[in-house]
Nanobody, 120 residues
Framework: QVQLVESGGGLVQAGGSLRLACAVS????????MGWYRQAPGAQRELVAGITSTGSYNYADSVKGRFTISRDNAKDTMYLQMNDLKPEDTAVYYC??????????????WGQGIQVTVSS
């Protein structure tokens, strides 16, 4: 069994910052790719940022230069530093862990989601 638990969300004014954390109940090195996704009301879930075990990154165009993804294998935790937040960043944010080789019977695990609300 693998659990992902997000923390750090909340309400912030436009231009402010938040730092999301995703704590994983198993060793982070078991997963090849970690990512942050978000889903706004009435919209599809979209990839915000991803990071691989080899240190490669990718970001959605809408967050480039404002968001930074990182992972701490020693703490089995992934982070998303969000700066210069905009109202359009308002969404439920989910962390994802993906393994090429199944971990406890699954290749993909998701957190429960955490609300981020940016007021104008």
């Amino acid at each position: 069994q693998v659990q992902l638990v997000e923390s750090g969300g909340g309400l912030v004014q436009a231009g402010g910052s938040l730092r999301l954390a995703c704590a994983v109940s198993r060793r982070l090195f078991l997963f090849n790719t970690m990512g942050w996704y978000r889903q706004a009301p009435g919209a599809q879930r979209e990839l915000v940022a991803g990071i691989t075990s080899t240190g490669s990154y990718n970001y959605a165009d809408s967050v480039k230069g404002r968001f930074t993804i990182s992972r701490d294998n020693a703490k089995d935790t992934m982070y998303l530093q969000m700066n210069d937040l905009k109202p359009e960043d308002t969404a439920v944010y989910y962390c994802n862990a993906h393994a090429l080789r199944a971990v406890f019977g699954s290749n993909d695990y998701w957190g429960q989601g955490i609300q981020v609300t940016v007021s104008s």
